[in-house]
């Protein structure tokens, strides 16, 4: 197990995106060490959350927030491969809906949450409502009465969600907030990778590069959402995303460790339920003997 700590920030006041560097790596190097510890992870991951579905009263809210090209759809699919499919549930959100526009940011994801028992996971989440919505000032899509847009909009956003957290974990739904750090020039790589091979060309879209003009602005709303929403209960993970194998490590790392830190066990039997069983064993054997 890999040490979290440096990743992890659970007081937002002075975290700086610039002291976290998008290509650490851990000093790791052995590939096939690496492997072995991903597949070890996912197995444990997969064991708890055997668990966390019979004991059916915690839920884990996986969120995964990045720059576009950062990795979220291959760190789904590759660390959420052991996962039991009935136990989990992928969302991804994209620009809101007229109906999703007309109610409070809140909304569509709220309904969205995992039921207890279940590991959920955003593909973006309602901090998109505090990244693209204020890197290009969308609130004018919004029906929000116009007088309650002033110069505090944004720390009281960020301050709802920090809230909202608070209420989520106080209800058993435990947020895991990851941040897929990527550098500018690794994006442009992948970018150049997405238009160079034919198989790659589907993800790329010109938007894209439109938005990585705005690239600046989304590192300070990030930072600035990190800052405000960082909290011992609901920490946000930096994960170095220039490497994509150190991100699965890392993800499948600590996932494997928040489930363990919550000592899941299997339902005991009261006595009565023990003498039930029993009743029903010799039913069946019973018919077994029947049979002979
Ligand atoms: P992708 O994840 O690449 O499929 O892109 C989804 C797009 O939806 C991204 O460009 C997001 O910025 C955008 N999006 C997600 N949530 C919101 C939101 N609340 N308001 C505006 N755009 C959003
Ligand atoms: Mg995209």
């Known amino acids: 197990m890999l040490s979290l700590s440096k990743y992890r920030i659970e007081d937002g006041k002075n975290f700086r995106l610039a002291d976290h560097k998008p290509d650490d790596t851990a000093h ?5 060490q690496i492997a072995g510890i991903i597949e070890e992870n996912i197995s444990i991951m997969a064991e708890e959350q055997d668990k966390l579905y019979a004991q059916n009263d915690y839920a884990l809210l996986i969120i995964i927030q990045a720059m576009d090209a950062a990795g979220k759809d291959s760190l789904i699919k590759h660390v959420m491969t052991g996962l039991n499919p009935q136990g989990t549930l992928v969302h991804s959100f994209k620009q809101p809906s007229s109906e999703e526009l007309d109610h409070d940011f809140l909304w ?33 899509r919004h029906q929000i009465p116009r007088k309650l847009i002033d110069g505090n909009f944004w720390n009281n956003r960020l ?24 550098s500018k020039e690794e994006q442009k790589e992948r970018f150049l990778e997405r238009i160079d091979n034919p198989s790659k060309n589907w993800k790329f879209s010109l938007s894209d590069i439109q938005e990585r003009q705005y690239w600046d602005d989304y590192q300070k709303v990030y930072e600035d959402a990190i800052r405000q929403t960082s909290t011992p209960h609901a920490p946000w993970y930096i994960i170095p995303a220039d490497k994509k194998w150190f991100s699965r490590l890392l993800v499948s790392d600590i996932i494997a460790q928040k489930l363990q830190s919550l000592q899941l066990e299997y339902p005991s039997m009261t006595d009565e339920q023990k003498v039930g069983l029993e009743k029903a064993r010799k039913i069946l054997m019973d018919e077994k003997n029947n049979d002979k």
């Open 159 to 182: 301050d709802q969600i920090r809230n909202y957290e608070y209420y989520l974990v106080q209800n058993g739904i435990l947020p895991v907030k990851f941040f897929l750090h990527l």
């Open 108 to 140: 569509r994801t709220h309904k969205s949450l995992p039921e207890r028992g279940r590991i959920g996971i955003f593909n973006r989440s309602y901090y998109e409502d505090v990244l693209v919505v204020r890197v290009h000032n969308l609130l004018d």
């Open 28 to 32: 790791l190097e052995d590939k096939k």
